[in-house]
Antibody, heavy 121, light 108 residues
């Protein structure tokens, strides 16, 4: 059974750095066809893709947020980590991790439940 | 950047057909995926690669993609179909994943 679970702080202050962890089960991050993305959704707004990492450690980032994001993975722990620097109230959102399976696939087939992060002093 | 435009809302009576559009420049050249999202829940994939359905998704959900518009069609709409629906593509030129603006489907 494939599952993804996000964890991290519910509240961060402006200018602080956010670290989120996605713990996966039911598949291996070392699988050649596997990739995991971070996606966020501000309250009442649409989804916004942030970053993606694949099994060979190749990473891609949202053009608009690239300077603030770092994605990494620890295959032994089955975890994908997202770091976002210089947090601002506009970054308040539910943050999801989601899986892409398949060498040429571009579809997110499994999602975590999401974790709400509020940025406030 | 590549933009996907969806109507903010669609209303449909039970038993009727709902059609949700997703507009993008030459979108027919891309694989379009559709997600259903109910309040407070994570998105659920309902159609992928324009017109394929994951296992467990009713045949009432179907998709098409032509020209500058992709369409998600929900046949014989039920009250449980009330949700937000979002389209998504991968832009090969910029290597970015792009989501549509979302459409709220209301069952009258």
């Amino acid at each position: 059974q494939v599952t993804l679970k996000e964890s991290g702080p519910a509240l961060v202050k402006p200018t602080e750095t956010l670290t989120l962890t996605c713990t996966v089960s039911g598949f291996s991050l070392s699988n050649a066809r596997m990739g995991v993305s971070w996606i966020r959704q501000p309250p009442g707004k649409a989804l916004e893709w942030l970053a993606h990492i694949v099994s060979n450690d190749e990473k891609t980032y949202s053009t608009s947020l690239k300077s603030r994001l770092t994605i990494s993975k620890d295959t032994s722990k089955s975890q994908v980590v997202l770091i976002m620097t210089n947090m601002d109230p506009v970054d308040t959102a539910t943050y999801y991790c989601a899986r892409i399976y398949g060498e040429y696939s571009t579809v997110f087939d499994y999602w975590g439940l999401g974790t709400l992060v509020t940025v406030s002093s | 950047s590549y933009v996907l435009t969806q109507p903010p809302s669609v209303s449909v009576a039970p038993g009727q057909t709902a059609r949700i559009t997703c507009g993008g420049n030459n979108i027919e050249s891309k694989s379009v995926h559709w997600y259903q999202q109910k309040p407070g829940q994570a998105p659920v994939l309902v159609v992928y690669d324009d017109s394929d359905r994951p296992s467990g998704i009713p045949e009432r959900f179907s998709g098409s993609n032509s020209g500058n518009t992709a369409t998600l069609t929900i046949g014989r709409v039920e009250a449980g179909d009330e949700a937000d629906y979002l389209c998504q593509v991968w832009n090969i030129i910029t290597d970015q994943y792009v989501f549509g603006t979302g459409t709220k489907v209301t069952v009258l």
